[in-house]
């Protein structure tokens, strides 16, 4: 802790990651682990829960998994209201099926709908009411967003309506959670190259689109987005609470 | 995976670095590596900020200017070989009820909260797109914007206009600066402990009721602000450009 910089730094902390197997989720639980945080990795692929522990356990901190799909409301909240020990949740699973307005199918938009604002609501619950249970000085929480929940794009609408849903959400728990000093905040990134996105930007006019729309002329990496989200659950940010942490190369500035 | 705020090598001009929020920052950017450039109308606060940046093992140069001049500023300019990162942050206010602003206040903050701000940025763009290297080193402009640059308030509506101009000048800034790597962002703080907020809220009614607006129920650290700044004027948010970051305590959430 300098004068009046300070440290990034997580020793001591958990942090539950949700879609921890792959992406953003991976490369989070992996940041937060080099900042000194343990890590709850909830997933639903067991060999990569277990290649995320070898790395994870490697960097000298606690792991702990579940193999897990965050709509198994029963079996999620099992797990989590019997952990010992919580201080951050990075409410990271979701899911897009990108199809036009006219034409989306009532199968995709529920499939949507479950993950990304269901699943959502409850992983955040579940875990703000364990970590005022275990009594903590202080907590954060970090909703994984998007820009599409600032702003539209093409075959996003069923995205966009969970995603504006999400930012909804993360000022109304901060408000909420504020007297447990438990801070709620989103990172907003554009299209991140992951396993997910690799098929999109395969398609050159996608890879075109992204770059045109993004001024810095550059893809977000998951390095970007893992580096704010450990800002915000770290003491560092003990200021910054029911806002969104904009990462999108000044995608929503134009 | 994770970026860590290391600011060796660059170059910071800080204004408004006498006092308060500028000190602060100029002193965190030190901490962090910077060669801080720290500029000031009072040659003994300058002395001081100088000295402690010293005692920290940091590196300074010190000028005494006012901002709204645009003649001596360009002068320090000249003397300076290379700029990376600009913390475009004095300012001041003052409070009247809409229908009593006086014409001269209008015109001083203007001058100084916007006119000085976009001039003072534009020369300092200037400086940064002329060095061969930028579009590999990237570099950083941080406006000291304000939570009054997202929200009104009473009493405060020439801030208002200033800040939510600062606001727009941003993302101008950042759309236009992109093809050089340079990174335009604001902070929003809520009230900090400062010495101009500290005259403010020696009236106890008025601290109480701004309080109250601030669901974290505190007023910010100097230290919340100026870690916010480092962390956007380092790589550790190389794909952010054209946003805020909103220090607020949950005041604009609601």
């Known amino acids: ?254 | 995976m994770l970026k860590k705020i290391n600011l060796k090598n660059k170059i910071a001009l800080v204004t408004g670095a006498g006092k308060g929020l500028g000190k602060a920052c100029a002193i965190a950017l030190a901490e962090a590596g910077a060669r801080v450039i720290i500029i000031s109308r009072t040659q003994s606060d300058l002395n001081k900020v100088s000295k402690i940046i010293k005692k920290t093992k940091g590196s300074s140069r010190s000028f005494v200017c006012d901002v709204t001049d645009v003649n001596a500023f360009k002068v320090i300019l000249n003397k300076i070989k290379k700029l990376d990162i600009l913390v475009n942050n004095a300012g001041n206010n003052r409070p009247e009820h809409f229908t009593k602003v006086k014409r001269e206040n209008m015109e001083y903050l203007t001058n100084l909260n916007m006119k000085a701000v976009f001039n003072i940025a534009q020369l300092c763009s200037q400086k940064m797109v002329k060095f061969k290297n930028r579009k590999k080193i990237g570099g950083s402009i941080i406006h000291m914007s304000s939570q009054l640059g997202k929200v009104g308030c009473e009493g405060r509506n020439v801030y208002n206009m200033n800040k939510f101009g600062v606001e727009g000048l941003a993302r101008g800034m950042a759309c236009e600066l992109a093809k050089y790597n340079i990174r335009v962002n604001t902070v929003c703080p809520t009230f900090v402990e400062t010495p101009m907020v500290k005259k403010f809220f020696k009236n106890k009614k008025f601290k109480n009721k701004m309080l109250k607006n601030i669901p974290l129920g505190r007023v910010a650290k100097e230290s919340d602000v100026a870690t916010a700044v480092a962390f956007l004027a380092a790589d550790t948010s190389e794909m952010i450009t054209g946003t805020s970051l909103v220090v607020d305590g949950g005041w604009t959430a609601q």
Do not use: H
């Open chain 1, 1 to 254: 802790m300098g004068l009046f910089l300070k440290d990034i730094d997580l020793k001591g902390k958990t942090a539950l990651v949700t879609g921890a197997t792959k992406g953003l989720g991976r490369g989070t639980a992996i940041a937060i682990a080099q900042a000194g945080g343990n890590i709850i990795a909830v997933g639903r692929n067991q060999l990569e829960l277990n290649s995320l522990e070898k790395i994870i356990k490697k960097l000298k901190v606690k792991y702990k998994s579940i193999n897990c799909d965050v709509n198994d409301y029963n079996k999620i909240k099992r797990f989590i209201s019997n952990l010992k020990s919580l201080d951050i949740l990075v409410n990271n699973a979701g899911t897009n099926i990108p199809e036009p307005f006219l034409n989306v199918k009532k199968s995709s938009m529920e499939t949507i709908l479950n993950v990304n604002t269901k699943a959502v609501f409850n992983v955040a619950q579940l875990c703000a009411n364990q970590i005022i249970k275990l009594k903590k000085k202080n907590g954060s929480i970090i909703n994984i967003s998007s820009i599409f929940g600032i702003v539209a794009g093409q075959k996003r609408t069923v995205y966009s309506m969970t995603k504006f849903g999400v930012e909804g959400l993360t000022k109304g728990m901060a408000i909420d959670l504020a007297k447990y000093n438990i801070r709620v905040n989103s990172v907003c990134p554009n299209i991140v190259l992951t396993p997910r996105t690799k098929k999109y930007f395969a398609d050159k006019t996608y890879n075109k689109y992204v770059k045109e729309n993004t001024p810095l002329n550059k893809v977000v990496t998951v390095s970007d987005v893992a580096t704010s989200v450990v800002f915000l659950a770290s003491e560092a940010s003990s200021m910054i609470t029911g806002t969104s942490l904009i990462i999108d190369g000044g995608w929503t500035a134009k």
